[in-house]
């Protein structure tokens, strides 16, 4: 019989887990100890999601030859206390738990180095869902190698997932780049951090706001997959 559930790849923050300002806290914090400007904070809210380096560097505006060491305090407030802070957000658990029992593979790709979105899912007892948990170097200095964006990490998380086709599910434009640079389609979620109509734009094939409507959604590519491969198998036995 021919598997025609379709694997999920999730982005972490803003996807799965609710930072709970343990994020933009963290940085915040970092910022201040370096006696830095501390930008408003939707300009924090906007650096959850891409990399760190890249966002303090762009979005805070930290001169060049600073970003490491604030990179370097800001990981050391979010291991002690952002993590804590965090939350699943609504729905989070019993979707997984459904997944789990019908036999759906999981996979989270993250911009969030990879040993502490490990943590993080351990800390919501969830990690064991997942067949591939795929982040970052947990060197995200401006010289480490940048070849860890989005697109490579989606691209590891299929290939953990024996490159079967998946929809990615994500928060911001980048999770539904990495998406479409892989052949995949990625479901948006309102409850993260993305502007009003930045999902859309960016192409994501449905934006979904609650956990229930999210299992609906991708339940529908199911369907839609399933009729594909029943087509292309009675094509085969003309």
Known sequence: MTQTTVPVIFDLDGTLVDPAGGI????SAALREMDLPVPEQAV?????GP???????HLAHVPEALVNETIERYRRHY???????????????????YFAASGRAVAVATQKPQSIARLV????HIADF???????ADNESLEANTASGKIEIVGAALSDLNSQPAVMVGDRH???????????????VSWGFAPD?????????????????????????????????SEVQNDGSL
């Open 79 to 97: 291991r002690e206390t952002g993590i804590g802070q965090s939350k699943l957000y609504p729905g989070i658990y019993e979707l997984l738990q």
């Open 174 to 188: 980048q999770d539904v780049a990495g998406a479409m640079a892989n052949g995949l389609d990625c479901i948006g």
């Open 121 to 124: 899912l351990e800390h919501h």
């Open 24 to 27: 933009t806290g963290g940085i």
């Open 130 to 136: 997942f067949v591939s948990i795929r982040g970052a």
């Open 51 to 57: 990399k760190l380096s890249d966002s303090l560097l």
């Open 44 to 48: 924090l809210n906007s650096m959850v």
């Open 197 to 229: 109509g930045e999902l859309e734009e960016a192409g994501a094939v449905a934006v979904v706001h609650t956990a229930v409507e999210l299992r609906t959604k991708i339940e529908e590519l199911d369907a839609v997959r399933a009729t594909a491969l």
